[in-house]
């Protein structure tokens, strides 16, 4: 029982130290020209970064977040994990040295998604990839569980276990006849 004991402060000590600071979230986008996987990092509804990987009409790298290049992009770099999961103004990264802004646009009661991209050039007014950009047909997004949770999930199955082999270690079968008796 004292293990048992020791094995909770050491979980309840590392919970304490490992407290949530941010929010980490894997997410995939399926878009007509591009797909993108990766992981952002938010600290409220404010995306802090991003990495992952672009591929389709261009296969790069995930640099980083991107400030506003021109007057096009208006991003917010807002992040919201239920629908929709970007605002209006969108979440604007770089890659392969060009930028790209996830962006919704109400039509009607529902959202359409965008990925937009200057790697065609910075015409926003002719480039269909530039505005309104690649339709988002498909993606998810799913959180990542904190270390803090991993560790107690990890001491509470080495309770279980130390529990049930101190139960188990108690019992014994008597010789010959099959039968359980306590030791």
Do not use: H
């Not at 998604?113 to 505005?131: A, R």
């Amino acid at each position: 029982m004292r293990l048992l004991n020791f094995l909770a402060g050491i979980a309840a000590l590392i919970g304490a130290t490992c407290s949530a600071q941010a929010s980490v979230y894997n997410f995939t986008i399926d878009s007509v020209d591009y797909d993108v996987v990766g992981q952002i990092t938010t600290n409220g509804n404010l995306v802090t970064s991003i990495s992952g990987q672009v591929t389709g009409l261009l296969n790069a790298s995930i640099t980083g977040l991107g400030d506003q290049p021109n007057i096009f992009y208006t991003s917010d770099n807002v992040f919201n994990p239920s629908v929709p999961y970007v605002s209006n103004d969108g979440v604007l990264f770089s890659a392969g040295g060009f930028f790209f802004n996830v962006y919704s646009v109400a039509n009607g009661p529902t959202f359409q998604y965008y990925i937009s991209t200057n790697q065609f050039g910075n015409d926003y007014f002719t480039n269909p990839l530039f505005n309104p950009g690649s339709l988002i047909v498909g993606g998810t997004i799913a959180a990542v569980p904190e270390l803090s949770t991993w560790i107690m999930m990890l001491v509470g199955f080495a309770g279980i276990s130390l529990v049930g082999s101190a139960r188990a270690a108690k019992w014994r079968l008597l010789p010959g006849l099959g039968q359980r008796m306590k030791a």
